[in-house]
């Protein structure tokens, strides 16, 4: 194994080395200031997502997580309330209605996209729904018409999680200006990615909006006088100052994401046949994925991920478990064959390395490591 050439399943190191001069400008600057939290840069990045999602505000939190939880608080979603959400997506997704006092309830996903399927909602809905909470997953748009017309014959709210989706697009609109409102997640693997945790609701929605912005500082809106039990969760400083400069290098980093899953698909195909044992990343004609993963699907998923291993080439299970029959949720008492699709899928699912800085010889290699799999 001298030499293997090692081809991590991400990696920050290469962008970090790229922007080092302008990262450590940007801190040297904050540092200088003094000023660490809800300053200028997290007001000039809230302006900058919310243009770049064409919505009215953005509101800057702790993490995706917390974008979530307070988008549903802002809607008003608490004990008693249901929302329905995919199982197969981040834990988050549903722990952050759980932490509401509200029930995530499940509605399989379509097989192709791996998102939320529309035609199975209208059954789920009960008089205790109050949302729909669809996940862009892996950085494609779910079938937001649907949703969104489902939401209004039944009067809910329609909460998106782009965590994996900034600047993916539905229908020529940008993921974000979908529903009523939108979490986004700048943890460091994510798209757009801090040195640290970051979030950020967007909403056309004054209320709602002004609702976060006070929810995030303990439910003050003059500080020390409490109109709502909240919690801190603020951005700060040193993390707004990076995503503002990386958010920069955004279009780019997409565009070059978009590049390599085009490349991974073609030279596979040619490599393997279209109607080899493998099943490619699907991108339905009306939208624009930014593939924050791109993921494979196959019956041999566990060996093909050893021999990539053996090979120096990382992969990963984005997710081995379907979120209604994890151990926290056995209290919601689903089973084994409620979800077949989401079910199926855990078993098959693998991201293949993914970042803007891989190199085309690395995909080559990759490619050909893949293709000997099957040989
Ligand atoms: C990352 C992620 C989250 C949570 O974001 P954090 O910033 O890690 O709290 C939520 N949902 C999805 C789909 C994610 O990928």
Redesign the pocket.
């Known amino acids: 194994m001298a030499d293997v050439k090692i081809i991590p399943g991400f990696t920050l190191v290469r962008q970090n080395n790229e922007l080092k001069d302008e990262l450590l400008a940007v801190l040297t600057e904050v540092i200088e200031k003094g000023m660490f939290i809800l300053g200028e840069n997290v007001m000039a990045l809230e302006k900058k997502i919310a243009e770049l999602v064409q919505v009215k505000y953005g509101i800057g939190v702790a993490?995706?997580?917390?974008?979530?939880y307070l988008a549903l608080l802002a809607c008003g979603i608490g004990p008693g309330d249901e929302v329905i959400t995919t199982p197969f997506?981040?834990f988050?997704?549903a722990g952050?209605i759980s932490r509401t006092g509200a029930t995530p309830v499940f509605v399989d996903i379509c097989e192709e996209t791996m998102n939320l399927d529309p035609r199975l909602i209208e059954e789920k809905i009960t008089a205790k729904t109050k949302a729909i909470l669809p996940?862009?997953?892996y950085g494609c748009p779910a079938e937001m018409d649907e949703i969104v017309q489902i939401a209004k014959a039944y009067n809910l709210k329609v909460i998106e999680?782009a965590?994996?989706a900034i600047l993916a697009e539905y229908k020529g609109k940008r993921v974000g200006s979908l529903g009523d409102v939108c979490?986004f997640?700048?943890?460091p693997?994510?798209n757009l990615g801090s040195f640290g945790?970051?979030?950020m609701v967007v909403t056309n929605d004054e209320e709602i909006a002004e609702r976060i912005k006070v929810l995030r500082v303990h439910g003050a809106k003059i500080k020390y006088h409490h109109d709502y039990i909240g919690c801190n969760s603020r951005l700060d400083e040193l993390q707004a100052a990076i995503l503002n400069l990386k958010l920069n290098y955004l279009p780019q980093w997409t565009e070059r994401r978009r590049e390599i899953a085009a490349l991974y698909t073609t030279l596979l195909q040619n490599k393997l046949g279209e109607d080899s044992a493998l099943i490619y990343p699907h991108e339905p004609d009306h939208v624009f994925h930014v593939y924050?993963q791109y993921t494979i699907r196959t019956g041999r998923r566990e060996e093909l991920k050893n021999y990539l291993a053996a090979n120096g080439i990382g992969s990963t299970v984005y997710y081995p478990v379907p979120l209604h029959l994890q151990k926290a949720y056995a209290h919601l008492g689903y089973q084994k064959g409620d979800f077949k699709v989401a079910e199926k899928v855990c078993t098959q699912v693998l991201s293949l390395p993914m970042y803007p800085e891989l190199t085309n010889e690395e995909i080559y290699l990759v490619v050909k490591k893949v293709a000997d799999f099957f040989a």
């Open positions: 993490n995706g997580s917390d974008a979530l997506t981040f988050s997704t952050s996940v862009h997953l999680d965590a994996q979490c997640s700048f943890f693997t994510k945790d970051a979030g924050h």
